[in-house]
Nanobody
């Protein structure tokens, strides 16, 4: 049974930093592509960052230079380091795990609010 559990969300001031974590179980973590998505109310869910089993990384243009995705295969955990956050980063952030040609699995989400 696949389980993805996000943590680390909360309230942060503009320009501040936050680090999200996603702990995975029920999968062979090391062979999965992992991703972070976000969705604000009334907005379409978007891919923020992804990292493959070979540690190839992709980012949406709006977060390049500010966010860093990483993974620790010994802990079955993927991270999103968020620096220099902006109010437009406010959203529910979701962890996603995908194997080749399969639909993938979602975490429950964690709220990130950027406000002064």
């Amino acid at each position: 049974q696949v389980q993805l559990v996000e943590s680390g969300g909360g309230l942060v001031q503009p320009g501040g930093s936050l680090k999200l974590s996603c702990a995975a179980s029920g999968i062979i973590f090391s062979i999965y592509t992992m991703g972070w998505y976000r969705q604000a109310p009334g907005k379409q869910r978007e891919l923020v960052a992804s990292i493959t089993s070979g540690r190839m990384r992709n980012y949406v243009d709006s977060v390049k230079g500010r966010f860093t995705i990483s993974r620790d295969n010994t802990k079955n955990t993927v991270y999103l380091q968020m620096n220099g956050v902006k109010p437009e980063d406010t959203a529910v952030y979701y962890c996603h795990a995908r194997q080749n040609g399969r639909s993938g699995s979602w975490g429950q989400g964690t709220q990130v609010t950027v406000s002064s």
